[in-house]
């Protein structure tokens, strides 16, 4: 079957622009996971999903970032007003829902602000 | 805070040899500890997990070891070939709440 798929590949936007980047998890999988890599850099935890629970948004850097999961299935995450420090690769994994569980990367968002 | 430790300088070793890649950790022991592989441009890729409770995982050519003494997993790629060249990433579930903390991830070259 199809891995994670995420689009667009890259995005290039005006400082002061709202983005949505979109994740499609494997299908099943009830975890999904957004991260951010900079250049160089590991990979920062987001936002996670788990099945119908409330989602754990304690790594979103400020209010302007936010995401949906619709259906528990697709996702979405929106920046409001980007900022150039807002650049980077955007990540998304979809697991099976526990920590013995590999996740299953998408190629991710490349998002440059100008 | 959780924060976890790869060697930032690049690790270049001959075809043939045995590569072993480091992750420190600080604070809490993980539930699980989890190796990736990144190729430029794409996400990780999954390799092998262990758990707090394993001493050593083998997969093939692949090898974990984890230490919660020392706070510390030791990644072992035995016989490398250029196509192990890539970016090696450890990650840790803290406590099992399935919130992953990544390293920075170590840069493996395997020269010809």
């Known amino acids: 079957g199809a891995g994670v798929s995420q689009s667009p590949s890259n995005k290039v936007t005006e400082k002061g622009k709202d983005v949505e980047l979109r994740c499609d998890p494997i299908s099943g999988h009830t975890a999904l996971y957004w991260y951010r890599q900079s250049l160089g850099q590991g990979l920062e935890f987001l936002i996670y999903f788990q099945g119908n629970s409330a989602p754990d948004k304690s790594g979103l850097p400020s209010d302007r970032f936010s995401a949906e999961r619709t259906g528990g299935s697709v996702s979405t995450l929106t920046i409001q007003r980007t900022q150039q420090e807002d650049s980077a690769v955007y990540l998304c994994a979809s697991s099976l829902g526990s920590g013995n569980q590999p996740q299953h990367f998408g190629d991710g968002t490349r998002l440059s602000i100008l | 805070s959780q924060k976890i430790e790869q060697n930032s300088e690049a690790l270049n070793i001959q075809e043939g040899k045995t590569a072993t890649l480091t992750c420190n950790y600080t604070?809490?022991?993980?539930?699980?500890l989890q190796w990736y592989r990144q190729d430029p441009g794409r996400g990780p890729v999954f390799l092998l997990l262990?758990?707090?409770?394993?001493k050593e995982k083998r997969k093939e050519r692949l090898k974990v070891t984890f230490d919660t003494t020392l706070k510390q997993s030791l990644f072992h790629i035995t016989a490398s070939q250029p196509a192990d060249s890539a970016t090696y990433l450890c990650?840790?579930?803290?406590?099992?709440?399935?919130?992953?903390?990544f390293g920075s991830g170590t840069k493996l070259n395997v020269k010809p």
């Open positions: 262990i758990r707090e409770n394993e």
């Open positions: 990650a840790l579930d803290i406590m099992g709440f399935n919130k992953f903390y």
């Open positions: 604070n809490y022991s993980p539930a699980y």
